[in-house]
């Protein structure tokens, strides 16, 4: 009876190392194929250009661009999308729009969009539901700034009677005031 005790135990106890492998081993591979470090993508930078060109020569407002940007800020975004055409979500777009993005050297990404139809509406989108702070100075014009609702982008914008423009980055306002200053319409 002794033998037949001890041949259970062992069972027992092989059972247990098994159900142990079989649980721990899926674990194992998951957790190694969840932490394992993926290939660094280099930013896609665009061409600038012929987006710009094609904005210009529709537009029925003055395009901006930066001109004589520092070394190290790289092109990521260029649209320009006429009203009706198709745009987000393959609906046709509200408004005329103006959309040119970079990455400064500190990977940081900032744009400067423009849009003309209803201020309110292009507002809230193109600020991130921004609300109005302090005012910053431009040049010869004044900017309001404005703060999006999670307190992480800042934006610049300057509203005239045919075109609201937005200058927007998760950075300090003095940035965008920088990069403000070196944008031109031709």
């Given at each position: 009876?002794?033998g037949?005790?001890?041949?259970r135990?062992?069972?027992r106890?092989?059972?247990?190392?098994?159900?142990?492998a079989?649980?721990?081993?899926?674990?194992?591979?998951?957790?190694?194929?969840?932490?394992?470090?993926?290939?660094?993508?280099?930013?896609?930078?665009?061409?600038?250009?012929?987006?710009?060109?094609?904005?210009r020569?529709?537009?029925?407002?003055?395009?901006?661009?930066p001109?004589?940007?520092?070394?190290?800020?790289?092109?990521?975004r260029?649209?320009?999308?006429?009203?009706?055409?198709?745009?987000?979500?393959?609906?046709?777009?509200?408004?005329?729009?103006?959309?040119?993005?970079?990455?400064?050297?500190?990977?940081?990404y900032?744009?400067?969009?423009?849009?003309?139809?209803?201020?309110e509406?292009?507002l809230?989108?193109?600020?991130?539901?921004?609300?109005?702070?302090?005012?910053?100075?431009v040049?010869?014009?004044?900017?309001?700034?404005?703060?999006s609702?999670?307190?992480?982008?800042?934006?610049?914008?300057?509203?005239?009677?045919?075109?609201?423009?937005?200058v927007?980055?998760?950075?300090p306002?003095?940035?965008?005031?920088?990069?403000?200053?070196?944008?031109?319409?031709?």
């Amino acid at each position: 009876m002794a033998g037949v005790a001890r041949d259970r135990n062992r069972t027992r106890a092989g059972d247990m190392f098994r159900s142990l492998a079989v649980i721990l081993l899926p674990i194992l591979v998951i957790g190694a194929l969840l932490t394992r470090t993926l290939d660094d993508y280099p930013v896609q930078a665009v061409e600038v250009a012929p987006h710009l060109e094609r904005a210009r020569a529709e537009a029925p407002f003055p395009v901006l661009a930066p001109v004589q940007l520092p070394e190290g800020w790289v092109p990521t975004r260029a649209t320009w999308v006429a009203q009706g055409e198709r745009a987000l979500n393959d609906e046709p777009s509200p408004r005329n729009q103006w959309t040119l993005g970079y990455l400064d050297p500190s990977e940081t990404y900032l744009s400067v969009e423009q849009g003309d139809g209803p201020v309110e509406t292009y507002l809230v989108e193109a600020t991130r539901e921004g609300r109005p702070e302090a005012t910053s100075q431009v040049g010869e014009q004044t900017w309001q700034q404005y703060l999006s609702a999670d307190g992480r982008t800042r934006s610049l914008v300057l509203t005239e009677p045919a075109v609201t423009t937005v200058v927007s980055g998760d950075v300090p306002y003095e940035e965008l005031v920088a990069f403000a200053g070196t944008l031109s319409t031709g």
